[in-house]
């Protein structure tokens, strides 16, 4: 496993932005475009505040999420409204959003528009993951009931509902997120820290992040 470790969190927030976006420029230097997703919840905002400064050509970037919670940006819970406040903001807001939220009743009804909505926009050039403690990566969660298709299927994207999620969600699937040309994991604390050791010794059914964990740098610090 490839860790790296940041004497504080404030430091490490800073240092990945600052990658991220010299990935991005690097692939912008040969492609006419780069795509990066990221994650939503409550651990990426800070690298998000430094990404949005960075000196590239965002009109030439598609950013987009590892996975969003079925709900409206109106909602506390929506990933959208947390990148449209945080990341798609300053330099960053020349970018293109490709939303994976829709506004239809369920996900399953957006599913042939988000396959070919992603189609065009991938691999990704960078990939950002979070992690759970119990695992979870994306929205590919422990007993959610379509586990077997995001982890081992041939869609781009796959609807999920799981015990450890309150709403419906959608993710981009194993295939996508193994595909990715840089890929990253950011995790803080030592329950994070504990946990993504334990997955390597589990399946991907048990531990979904472990099918990232050859393929990923790990980004880690305690506080
Ligand atoms: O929408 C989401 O919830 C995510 O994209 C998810 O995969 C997240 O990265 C982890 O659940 C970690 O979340 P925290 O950063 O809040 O611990």
Do not use: Q
Not at 94 to 114: C, H, I, M, N, Q
Not at 127 to 146: E, K, N, Q, V, W
Not at 167 to 196: C, Y
């Amino acid at each position: 496993m490839d860790i790296v470790e940041y004497p504080d969190i404030e430091m490490m927030m800073m240092d990945l932005a600052n990658k991220l976006a010299g990935e991005l420029r690097s692939a912008l230097d040969h492609n006419d475009f780069a795509s990066i997703a990221v994650p939503g919840g409550t651990t990426p905002g800070p690298m998000f505040d430094s990404l949005c400064a960075a000196d590239l050509d965002w009109s030439r970037v598609n950013v987009m999420l590892t996975d969003e919670r079925w709900v409206p940006e109106t909602s506390e819970r929506s990933n959208t409204r947390l990148l449209r406040e945080r990341l798609l903001t300053d330099r960053a807001s020349a970018a293109r959003y490709v939303p994976l939220y829709t506004g239809t009743d369920t996900p399953e009804e957006s599913l042939d528009a988000l396959e070919a909505t992603l189609k065009p926009v991938l691999p990704l050039t960078v990939l950002l993951l979070g992690m759970g403690t119990d695992m979870h990566t994306a929205s590919i969660f422990p007993g959610a009931d379509r586990l077997d298709d995001a982890l081992h299927g041939h869609a781009r994207v796959v609807p999920m509902r799981a015990p450890g999620a309150p709403e419906p969600r959608v993710t981009l699937s194993g295939m996508v997120l193994r595909d990715a040309i840089n890929a990253h994991i950011l995790i803080t604390g030592a329950e994070k820290r504990e946990a993504i050791e334990r997955a390597r010794h589990l399946s991907a059914e048990e531990a979904p992040v472990s099918i990232m964990l050859r393929h990923a740098t790990i980004h880690w610090a305690e506080s």
